[in-house]
């Protein structure tokens, strides 16, 4: 057997993420990184950058199947201590790295010290576990011989807690000078095998170069900005905007192999082909162009029309869907996109010619109607996308997506190539962080929401209230989430708890106001929740900034809001209130 260098201790890994998190000035955290990571032989590269990431997991499509209570009932183990303390600890520090840190150090950790090849594969043995108790198991045996400052950087890579999540640039740089590869090359090889552990490994064998899209493995995707009217898309464009629906559902990339493997992957990167069968099944028609790579939306639709996203939310969340389910609420995907295409990758063509390449599939005619495509238009005026605007809603879809034809695809990036227009502009991505218990027939369901924006952008950044509402959920999913609350459930108050900020929701209304009532400093008329996005971490809910940004649009007369009742688009003026007589928030 070939002898293998030994791996690094775990607590030199923690130790350099300390330091490069109180370390002030860019360049020297970059440095320091660099020369740590410059020391790792290759299979402890992988490792460290994966966790420098904030990921516990190299596979960005697999699961820890860890949760909140999982990761609590392993460390109370481990630190032979109680629910109640940790939950103590955590209200000390909101957060579970220290809290874990605090209740490990009150006893000495079990021998042989951990070295990285160790937590990978113990984090492994918990993705692998069979069950949640073995995974529980499993995570204590890393706790038990974890020192408090290991154990502080091991739970926030289990809780994915963004505080450990170096900048993704940062990394990028780190790797670059670590191994004196040119920055722009490693930027480019991260974006095109969306790993970083890979980009690493191509980076240390002077091979970065030969990066490239992997059919079968998801890359991020690209994401739009807003915009506020009609008026500003033509700002925006050369003289003709390339205008497309924008289709509510959700977003999905199709992988079909050259071996005819096929994977739906959702926009968390997590492998939803099975939730989707009908979908999968009909993508085996493309064999012949594979292997391929579509990106696109999922939607309920039935006789050529949409149908409404609250159908798609029962198909949400059903690994396996029953034969009924799937022929009450049949699924397609609107195809927008071409990013590989029989062995080529696209991401860096533009966007004229990746369309031009995926209307060449001739998808609707050989799927059956199930892989769509989307509804494309121009538009040389504000009336002409005003027009497209209503035909778009005729069409039962959300608004429109404004293109750039010249653009590469950016993965994971917020750029100005895709733009977006939507019915209501105006909803912000909050994190719930106390639940209420209901009134009449909801007193014995958490049914009232508090939720908060983050301060900044900064991964340590406070969490401030902005607003509170009843849910629009129904009642089964009233009763789940009163479930989930109670395991997360940080202090209770007896009507109020707080919750460990882990639910992630939009929030629609009818306009923002400055206020004292909540930290934020802002407050929303008729707040109410759009949907639970099980889509979105904390780390992307929206900032104070993008608040402040909103309520500046409001004030100018330009933004698009939804009103009260009905949700239909309305233009509200800087003096204009709508919805009297509406309720207001509550509290
Ligand atoms: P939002 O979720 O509001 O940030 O809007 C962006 C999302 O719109 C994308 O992530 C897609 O899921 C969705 N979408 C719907 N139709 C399109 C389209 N034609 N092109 C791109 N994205 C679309």
């Known amino acids: 057997m070939a002898t293998r260098d030994p791996s690094v201790a775990f607590g030199q890994l923690a130790d350099t993420a300390a330091t490069v998190a109180s370390t002030r000035s860019k360049n020297a955290k970059r440095d320091h990184l660099a020369a740590f990571l410059r020391r790792l032989e290759p299979q402890d590269l992988a490792a460290a950058t994966i966790f420098f990431a904030g990921r516990p997991l190299a596979d960005p499509a697999a699961k820890l199947g860890l949760g909140w209570v999982q990761q609590g009932a392993a460390l109370v183990a481990a630190a032979g201590t109680d629910e109640g303390a940790l939950r103590e600890a955590y209200l000390r520090h909101s957060d579970v790295g220290d809290a874990a840190a605090e209740l490990l150090a009150r006893r000495e950790p079990e021998p042989p010290a951990l070295t990285i090849a160790d937590v990978a594969a113990g984090l492994a043995e918990v993705a692998g576990a069979g069950s949640a108790e073995k995974r529980v198991a499993a995570m204590n045996a890393l706790f038990r011989r974890a020192t408090a400052d290991e154990a502080r950087f091991l739970a926030r890579i289990v809780s994915r807690e963004t505080r450990i999540g170096l900048r993704e640039g940062l990394l990028e740089e780190a790797v670059a000078a670590a191994f004196d590869a040119d920055l722009d090359a490693v930027r480019r090889a991260h974006m095109l095998t969306g790993a970083i552990d890979e980009t690493a490994r191509l980076a240390r064998e002077n091979r970065l170069a030969e990066a490239g899209l992997h059919v079968g493995r998801p890359i991020r995707f690209m994401l739009a900005s ?77 006789a050529g029309s949409v149908l409404d996203f609250a159908a798609l939310q029962t198909r949400l969340g059903r690994v396996r869907p029953s034969a009924e389910l799937l022929q009450e609420v049949p699924v397609v995907l609107v195809a927008f996109d071409l990013l590989h295409h029989a062995g080529r990758d696209l991401i860096e063509t533009p966007l004229r010619e990746r369309r031009a390449a995926l209307e060449a599939l001739g998808l609707p005619e050989r799927t059956g109607e199930r892989l769509l495509l989307s509804h494309v238009a121009s538009a040389r005026s504000a009336e002409e996308v005003d027009r497209h605007f209503d035909g778009a809603r005729a069409r039962r879809n959300e608004g429109l997506m404004v293109k750039d034809p010249a653009s590469v695809y950016q993965p994971g990036r917020r750029g100005l190539g895709w733009l977006k227009l939507k019915k209501a502009l105006a909803t912000l991505d909050c994190v719930v962080v106390g639940v209420e218990w209901g009134h009449g027939k909801r007193r014995d369901v958490l049914s009232d929401y508090t939720f908060a924006v983050r301060e900044t952008d900064a991964t340590d950044a406070s969490l401030l209230t902005i607003g509170k509402a009843y849910t629009g959920l129904t009642d089964t999913e009233i009763a789940e989430m009163t479930e989930r609350f109670r395991a997360i459930t940080l202090r209770d108050f007896g009507r109020y708890r707080t919750v460990v900020p882990e639910v992630v929701v939009e929030i629609a209304f009818d306009r923002l106001m400055r206020s004292s009532r909540h930290r934020s400093g802002f407050a929303m008329r008729f707040p109410r929740i759009v949907r639970i996005r099980d889509d979105k971490t904390p780390a992307e809910t929206d900032t104070l900034a993008s608040v402040e940004a909103l309520f500046a649009e409001q004030a100018s007369g330009r933004i698009l809001l939804a009103t009260g009742a009905g949700g239909e688009t309305e233009r509200i003026a800087a003096s204009g209130a709508t919805g009297d007589g509406r309720r207001t928030e509550a509290g």
Request: proline share 5%; aromatic share 6%; charged share 30%.
């Open 226 to 302: 807003p915009l506020a009217d009609a008026a500003e898309v033509m700002r925006r464009v050369d003289g003709e905007a390339w205008i497309e629906d924008k289709y509510d559902g959700i977003r999905a990339q199709l992988h079909l192999d050259a071996a005819g493997q096929i994977r739906l992957f959702s926009r968390d990167l997590n492998d939803v082909t099975r939730s989707f069968p009908e979908v999968a099944a009909a993508a085996g028609a493309l064999a012949d162009a594979a292997p391929l790579v579509v990106d696109g939306e999922l939607v309920p639709w039935r």
